[in-house]
């Protein structure tokens, strides 16, 4: 990544984070009318310095930064904001200031797994209205979910050419950088002088869980092992002689993702890891003399944070095969109980859009105070989607998933270099989330939306030659 690459991108993170704090204070703070005014000064400034500086790779690394602060929320006109929100109507905003002064044109050149996530889409919003229990809340939040999905579409309109797919991925490899060492710094710090900024105490038992601006520890784990692994395609299969980037890349990623305490991470990790190398291998690209010095180097910088994350790693692992010693496991196990008992009586169309938390509470199970946390929640991603828009909805969603990885396979023969690259590492990343997303549902939050975005985007442009074609209109 260049220095002026990683000027732009710090820019664009203060406009974004300004913005965010000055949503979040409105939303959480009585500033009247003052607030408000602040509030909309915030975000035209944030606007006009996206929509003037560095487009569009500007505007999607404003999206990546406000996607990866899930944790930062407040309420307005009953309903939660978060960052990713105000990111996605301030990019709605400069796309559509951009198409004006003809810079961006809007020709989306729909693909067929294009066609089957906006299938999922409208059954979010058929079964929110026909079967759902309480169809005014579940259509709220199936438009809420179609906002956290709009994204994916943004981002086909940012990204059109073989630059932009490579520069983009810079963009989201950064902002996964960032994440990972804060996450590890608001551990070590925790664990010395007992902060909790970035960190949740108690959330597995006794051990504290690093969440850094995510929404909790085990998605902070998807997202910073989905970063190590990326940087880790881009180190085996990048010709380039000088890789000092990748691998600091994947150090700092494996530590970020050991510091979450996730097990479906640590355990999918590998697992990843080994089909990257074996791609490598048979490619003829797989040199362990390169790869030796960042393993050495992952190697001894967990020893000198041993202190702070290898015995908890033990503790999380040591209860794995007692469901009933682990308080996190037994929730999650006796909420997808409920969640299949729930899909049996609704299979086909499901309950509509988060659902499950209008008909399970965790205290009717178990005799515990849960005070806030007394919300159902599913964390088995095909599960939450079954239970929420029923077979027709989940087949969509793997016609979706699978269309696009057939198409970002076809491509890979015709795409150039950078964007073959670009093509791989978000396909690892992709295999890392599907793994821990077995365990951690994160297709509600905007991040998983914005990395698919980005691999339809490298798709349709390899597809196209290199670059999206406009429509002659445009």
Known sequence: MTLAFAHRAVRTALVVGETAVLSWLFATEDLSHLGFLILVIGLIVGTVAIVFTDWPIGCFVMLTIASAMPRFNGTLSGLHVRPEHIGTFIAILAIGVQALRGSVGLNLRLRNFDYWLLAYIGMNFFSSAVTSPDPGKTLRWATLNALVVTPYFLVRLLVRNDRQVWLALQGLLCVGLCESIYGTLASVSNHLWGTTWGVELGQYGEIPGVYGTQYEANLFGSYTGCTAVMFLALFLLSKETRRSWYGLGVMLGVVGAFFSLARSVLIGLPIVVFILLLVSARKGQFRLRRLLPVAIGVVIVLVMLSPFVLEYVSTRFSTTSNVAADASTLGRVIQMGAAVEDVKVHPIFGTGTSSFQLLFKMSDVMQMNYEDDDVGWISNSPLRVLHDTGVVGLLA????????????????????????????????????????????????????????????????????GGTLVESAAE
């Open 397 to 464: 969603f793997l016609v979706f998933l699978g269309t696009l990885a057939r198409g970002a396979y076809k491509v890979l023969g015709v795409a150039s270099r950078s964007t073959k690259l670009s093509i791989a590492a978000l396909s690892a990343g992709l295999m890392l989330y599907a793994i821990s997303f077995q365990a951690t549902e994160a297709t509600l939050l905007t991040f998983t939306w914005i990395h698919l975005g980005l691999l339809a985007a490298a798709v349709t442009v390899a597809s196209d």
